[in-house]
């Protein structure tokens, strides 16, 4: 099961598919059912749902010059 929050690496993130078991290491967790990705200004948003109800999301904050 991956543990997956504020500091796991984007690269972590973009890895995981669908099918896959994750955890937000607090208490939610389950096997993703889809997963939707906004790319906003300053930041990444990735929202991971889980079969059966409930999600995670994790949020990167970009470093912009």
Do not use: H, Y
């Amino acid at each position: 099961m991956k543990i997956l929050n504020d500091n796991t690496p984007t690269s972590e993130l973009t890895q995981v598919k669908v099918g896959d078991s994750i955890s937000n290491g607090i208490g939610t967790f389950g096997e993703v059912e889809a997963i939707k990705f906004e790319n906003g200004d300053g930041f990444w948003e990735f929202t991971f749902s889980l079969i059966g109800g409930g999600f995670i999301q994790v949020i990167k904050t970009r470093t912009t010059c």
